[in-house]
């Protein structure tokens, strides 16, 4: 049995359902990413999340929607005086944009409850954490996460990182390049996205994003890049895999999500990285013909 553990935060997600009307769901991008692990993962697979809610009844609906697809949470701290954060999503045709409320999240106090955090982390076989994930904690709480799993590291622990680079919840570019730059050179596998690479390194090709990543130490990289091709770097061998067209395409959140927990999941059952890369490109092409970050195994055509 694999076990792959997500550290992270889970939102309350509102989307417009026209007439000043919106439909709340439950969205993070580590949280998304699980989801589409659970999906493709072996039924003996672990999958677990690490974050931390409230008391109030939002949590307990967010922590029974968790457990509902299948992913464990049964360490999660509860803080009394802190609650889920929030987001709103805005679409233009079928881009989005977002707008957030996250001042009195749980989550970004989760590394502060070392006991169900390090727990976790001993039991799982692969750690999954992305630049979010970072930059949602106080400085000190972002240093001992990493402290941690590099400890982690040296026991035999894998991990993966998503840098997933949103330049406003840091408060300085400099820092935030540091510390995306060492969370991905301490990580075995990194899944960066081309538009967040060019924009904050200056990457003029996805290739560019993999040898750069590789020359940190990451041993495994594969860059997303929309519909283009997905470009795939390991043991020094550069490869491009074609993306097929997806149409009718509606909502393209939780695209890269979808990609990398199908992708991990893939790895973690044994397929090869063909096989891997192309259930994971499958995946997000169903993904965003649906509206919001979550969709069934039956959407995803996996009944």
Not at 91 to 102: I, P, Q, V
Not at 126 to 139: D, E, N, Q, R
Request: glycine share 8%; aromatic share 8%.
């Amino acid at each position: 049995m694999t076990s792959l553990l997500g550290i992270g935060e889970c939102m309350i997600e509102l989307s417009s359902a026209g007439d000043d009307l919106w439909r709340q769901r439950f969205s993070g991008d580590v949280f998304n990413a699980l989801w589409y692990a659970r999906a493709h993962s072996a039924d003996d697979a672990d999958v677990a999340f690490h974050t931390a809610v409230g008391t109030d009844p939002m949590s307990d609906q967010m922590l029974a929607f968790i457990r509902s697809g299948g992913i464990r949470c049964a360490d999660t701290p509860r803080i009394a005086d802190r609650r889920p954060g929030l987001y709103t999503i805005q679409l233009n045709g079928a881009e989005r944009s977002f707008t957030y409320w996250r001042d009195t999240s749980a989550a970004q106090m989760m590394v502060r409850h070392p006991g169900p955090l390090w727990r976790d982390v001993a039991g799982a076989d692969v750690v999954y954490f992305s630049g979010i994930t970072l930059a949602i904690l106080p400085p000190d709480d972002l240093e001992t996460l990493l402290a941690g799993l590099v400890e982690h590291k040296k026991q035999g622990g894998l991990l993966a990182f998503d840098p997933n680079i949103r330049p406003h919840l840091w408060a300085d570019k400099d820092r935030m390049l540091d510390v995306i730059s060492r969370a991905a050179g301490l990580s075995d596998l990194v899944l960066p996205s081309f538009d967040d690479e060019t924009t904050a390194f200056g990457d003029r090709t996805p290739q560019d994003s993999a040898k750069r990543y590789a020359d940190l130490g990451a041993g495994h990289v594969v860059v997303k890049n929309g519909p283009a091709d997905t470009i795939h770097l390991q043991d020094g061998q550069l490869t491009a895999f074609p993306v097929a067209p997806v149409r009718d395409i509606i909502d393209t959140t939780a695209a890269g999500d979808s990609f990398n927990g199908a992708y991990i999941a893939c790895l973690l059952r044994g397929l090869p990285t063909e096989d891997a890369i192309s259930a994971a490109q499958r995946c997000a092409g169903q993904v965003i013909r649906h509206k919001g970050a979550i969709i069934s195994r039956n959407d995803l055509g996996l009944v």
